[in-house]
């Protein structure tokens, strides 16, 4: 019996690396509720599990012709949940480290009605910018200076060269630096909160 299972999941598994969608559909019954549990018990929300699950599905369906038939193909999935719990738990604690620094600084000190519209005005101009990158390099900067992310996150969860993020990271900071000029420094010193 054991014998047969596997080899339905390595017809299914070879189904699916020729891009048979029915075959992936077949894969996502079989797996997607256990691994909604499996990140469920981590995460303790429903929407943030919700997503992780349809990213793995998602990510496994863009590198479907690496996925190795020799290798077990449940631990594939569950290790590629578990990188993104895990991404996910990290990044709940970048931001929350964020929020208190923010709530610190609310609490010392009270700003002026001209230092709120200033602070909006820069707001809405980093913004105008950041619209003037395209989509893609506006995406990797916002994942690498505003959210966190490493590089290696970033090339995994895009489906690009670690030395391509490294690539649309820099340009996108250099056009940032051109067109903000004397409030770079203050775009900088933002990003900096997130990392």
């Known amino acids: 019996m054991a014998k047969e299972s596997k080899h339905i999941d390595s017809n299914l598994i070879r189904k699916l690396k020729g891009g048979d969608r029915n075959a992936f559909q077949v894969i996502f019954d079989a797996y997607s509720e256990r691994l909604f549990h499996f990140a469920?018990?981590?995460?303790?929300?429903?929407?943030?599990?919700?997503?992780?699950?349809?990213d793995v599905f998602?990510?496994?369906?863009e590198i479907r012709t690496e996925v190795d038939e020799d290798k077990s193909f449940k631990s594939f999935l569950y290790k590629m949940t578990v990188n993104r719990v895990f991404n996910h738990l990290k990044h709940q604690i970048v931001r929350q480290k964020y929020e208190e620094h923010l709530m610190s600084l609310d609490s010392s000190f009270s700003e002026t009605p001209e230092e709120t519209l200033r602070r909006n005005e820069l707001t809405d101009k980093i913004q105008d910018v950041l619209n003037k990158l395209p989509e893609q390099k506006r995406r990797i900067f916002i994942l690498s200076r505003l959210?966190?992310?490493?590089?290696?996150?970033?090339?995994e969860k895009l489906g690009l060269s670690?030395?391509?993020v490294e690539n649309q990271v820099y340009r996108a900071t250099k056009f940032l630096k051109e067109h903000l000029k004397d409030d770079y420094l203050i775009l900088l010193i933002v990003c900096l909160c997130f990392i």
């Open 58 to 61: 998602l990510r496994l369906w």
């Open 162 to 164: 670690v030395r391509t």
């Open 40 to 54: 469920y018990s981590y995460l303790k929300d429903s929407n943030d599990t919700e997503e992780i699950v349809q």
């Open 147 to 155: 959210k966190g992310y490493s590089n290696a996150e970033i090339s």
